[in-house]
């Protein structure tokens, strides 16, 4: 059974930084396209930053420029480097394959982000 656990959320200041972390079990993700997801209340979920396999990077227009996503495919892990958050960066992280798959979705970590 395959499962994402995320962690290191918290609650920052804008102008803070984060990094989150999300360890998969269950299969190995080498292979896969990788991304984080947030959604904020009341919002759709979103995909905010993309890895591939290769190492090949994309963001959302909102997080470019602030954040980086990385992985470390031994440790079957993906990290998303969160600096100069904002107030709208206030939302529950996922992560999840790029196509996401329903059944992979763990509980996310909540990020809040204080003006």
């Known amino acids: 059974q395959v499962q994402f656990v995320e962690s290191g959320g918290g609650l920052v200041q804008a102008g803070g930084s984060l990094r989150l972390s999300c360890v998969a079990s269950?299969?190995?993700?080498?292979?896969?396209?990788m991304g984080w997801y947030r959604q904020a209340p009341g919002k759709q979920r979103e995909l905010v930053a993309r890895?591939?396999?290769?190492?090949?990077?994309t963001y959302a227009e909102s997080v470019k420029g602030r954040w980086t996503i990385s992985r470390d495919n031994a440790k079957n892990t993906v990290y998303l480097q969160m600096n100069s958050l904002k107030p709208e960066d206030t939302a529950v992280y996922f992560c999840?394959?790029?196509?996401?798959?329903?059944?992979?979705w763990g509980r996310g970590t909540q990020v809040t982000v204080s003006s």
């Open positions: 890895i591939y396999s290769g190492g090949m990077t």
């Open positions: 269950g299969s190995t993700f080498s292979s896969n396209a």
């Open positions: 999840n394959t790029v196509p996401f798959y329903n059944s992979y």
